[in-house]
């Protein structure tokens, strides 16, 4: 009896060890690859944040790319006029937001909030983004998609010419992958109480979910460094309007919905298959 107990004992710490092993978060696969967010302004990460901070507790290297220096973000709450100043706060938010992500200090572009669309503009944000497909060479890239989240022309125009770039050939044979909000997570929606959470939920962009077929699962602990991490973005949002943000992203129930940019039919779980 002692002898089956001893080699039951062995097995049970092994499989045990194995299982372990299985789920290291710092793999070497994870820890050769290269993740690019690029979004338009300070605090637009939100919509892939748990993922991120997923992906970076896992060894792999996470770039924030910010196109917009977030000048005309002026809230009631922060009493910030638009300009330098707020310019400058909304720098160090996402300096602190990346810190709490774990992920890599944000690449900034500095180019005029709301006025991505001049062509001089243009051209500037195209250079930057070949510059940073060039000096990187990510295995992913993540952008909006071209519904902008909530249709911001900003947003807009930063998924249009990321997927132009990596259209033309700068891409390295990465991934280049939208992020977006399945339209059947929007059914069911627990009332809001503040204008952001109540505008969110009436005015966010959806795509059908059998278009997603990126559903990247996340743990708990993501979500809660994700929230940690949007609390740096103070001038923006109050606490209750965060709280009302996280409820919305909780509608997806631990996941994050992608597509990639050209089109798929197969589901995939994982941001670098």
């Known amino acids: 009896m002692k002898t089956i107990y001893t080699v039951f004992l062995f097995g049970l710490t092994t499989f045990i060890g194995l299982r372990s092993q299985a789920q290291t978060p710092t793999s070497q696969t994870f820890a050769t690859k290269t993740i690019l967010a690029i979004f338009a302004h300070p605090d637009d990460e939100v919509a892939i944040s748990p993922v991120l901070a997923r992906y970076a507790c896992q060894g792999t290297k996470v770039y924030l790319a910010i196109a917009t220096d977030g000048q005309q973000g002026v809230t009631p709450h922060a009493k910030i006029p638009a300009g330098d100043t707020l310019g400058k706060v909304r720098r160090a938010e996402a300096t602190c937001a990346c810190q709490q992500l774990g992920i890599k200090p944000p690449v900034f572009f500095g180019l005029q909030d709301g006025g991505l669309y001049s062509l001089e503009t243009l051209q500037v944000l195209h250079q930057h983004i070949v510059k940073l497909f060039t000096e990187l060479k990510p295995d992913v890239v993540i952008t909006w998609g071209p519904d902008g989240g909530y249709g911001h022309a900003d947003h807009r125009i930063v998924s249009d010419v990321v997927t132009e770039v990596f259209q033309n050939g700068a891409n390295n044979g990465s991934q280049l992958l939208y992020t977006a909000f399945p339209k059947e997570a929007m059914q069911n929606m627990p009332p809001m109480k503040t204008f952001t959470g109540k505008w969110l939920s009436q005015s966010f962009h959806t795509t059908l979910t059998k278009y997603l077929t990126y559903q990247i699962a996340y ?6 460094t994700a929230r940690t991490s949007y609390a740096c973005h103070k001038s923006q949002f109050t606490p209750d309007d965060m709280d009302e ?15 990639p940019w050209n089109g798929s039919s197969k589901i995939q779980v994982d941001l670098f298959k």
Do not use: M, V
């Open 219 to 224: 743990e708990a602990i993501d979500l809660k």
């Open 245 to 259: 943000i996280f409820l919305l992203i909780g509608q997806t129930k631990g996941k994050a919905y992608l597509r």
